[in-house]
């Protein structure tokens, strides 16, 4: 079992930046794929970033692509996702996931472990 305990959400005013944070703990592995999604209130489940394995490819929704960042520090076992240009619309839960494998999963159904969320409200 993995768990995964994500941290860093608050409010911040539009054009503000927030870092996320999601450490994982127990069984976790470098050869695993990270990725962040979010649900905004009323909407579905929707992705947002992933890191490969290793780090050697990241990829984005078009609709944060250019304001975010995934990285990751395999020493502490956390994935950061670094949020810049914050608008209204990325007013959502912030949720990590963790994918043992070496591919590039955009899907949450793919996802192995999840964790709580965390809380994202960009105030306009």
């Known amino acids: 079992q993995v768990q995964l305990v994500e941290s860093g959400g608050g409010l911040v005013q539009a054009g503000g930046s927030l870092r996320l944070s999601c450490a994982a703990s127990?069984?976790?592995?470098?050869?695993?794929?990270l990725g962040w999604f979010r649900q905004a209130p009323g909407k579905e489940r929707e992705f947002v970033a992933v890191m490969t394995y290793g780090g050697a490819i990241t990829y984005y929704a078009d609709s944060v692509k250019g304001r975010f960042t995934i990285s990751r520090d395999n020493a502490k076992n956390t994935v950061y996702l670094q949020m810049n240009s914050l608008k209204p619309e990325d007013t959502a839960v912030y949720y990590c996931a963790s994918k043992n494998g070496v591919g590039l999963y955009l899907k949450g159904d793919q996802y192995d472990y999840w964790g709580q969320g965390t809380q994202v409200t960009v105030s306009s």
């Open positions: 127990g069984r976790t592995s470098s050869s695993s794929a």
